[in-house]
């Protein structure tokens, strides 16, 4: 056999496998484009995962268990007296200076926290099942008439959980963005979670 030959089926082989391999990706349900940006997040170091852009229509409701850009807005309210308040994806590395939905879906439904101390978790401690229950109770705690002022010109908000000897602890930042949110034992509004 000469070595022209030999090339020829060697190319031939690798050529079959790549087609296998591209059926069974395809069968497997792993066909999914990707980005260009996605494949510069996916080659950076990192324990992330590629984060979602946010559509362009703001009428629809982003995923609450994707990723997204830093001031992404998951979800927007009003409060008690009328204040618009919006929940961003923030940052939640599971460390301190976390904040947004990215903290909360980190350390308050998944327990994620590096840092130690005390964790409270919705699950837990609220019972609930998803994170748009999560969603419901904080938007449940803005509904509270007499918010406490806070450091920092900072809301704090409650809701007591139906059940529970559990209220709905939420902080408000200055500029309307909720900055955490987490179960409390009733009547305690305690910020140090």
């Not at 308050?108 to 130690?116: F, Q, S, V």
């Not at 401690?125 to 748009?132: I, N, R, S, V």
């Not at 229950?133 to 908000?157: F, G, H, M, W």
């Not at 959980?161 to 500029?175: E, L, Q």
Request: proline share 5%.
């Amino acid at each position: 056999m000469s070595l022209k030959n030999s090339r020829m089926g060697g190319l031939t082989l690798v050529f079959t496998l790549l087609l296998l391999l591209a059926g069974l990706l395809a069968a497997c349900g792993d066909n999914t484009a990707v980005s260009s940006e996605e494949m510069t997040v996916q080659a950076r170091p990192s324990i992330e995962a590629p984060r979602k852009t946010a559509p362009a229509a703001a009428t629809s409701e982003l995923a609450l268990t994707e990723k997204y850009p830093e001031k992404t807005v998951i979800r927007s309210f009003s409060d008690s007296q009328g204040r618009k308040v919006k929940l961003i994806y923030g940052r939640g590395t599971g460390h301190g200076s976390d904040y947004g939905w990215a903290h909360i879906y980190g350390k308050h439904i998944n327990g994620i926290w590096y840092d130690g101390g005390t964790i409270s978790t919705f699950p837990h401690d609220a019972g609930t099942k998803t994170p748009q229950e999560v969603v419901n109770l904080i938007q449940k705690s803005l509904t509270d008439q007499q918010p406490d002022k806070e450091a920092n010109d900072r809301l704090s908000y409650s809701y007591p959980i139906p059940g529970r000897n559990k209220d709905v602890f939420t902080v408000v930042g200055n500029d309307g963005t909720i900055i955490t949110s987490y179960p409390v034992n009733h009547g305690s509004k305690d910020s140090d979670n």
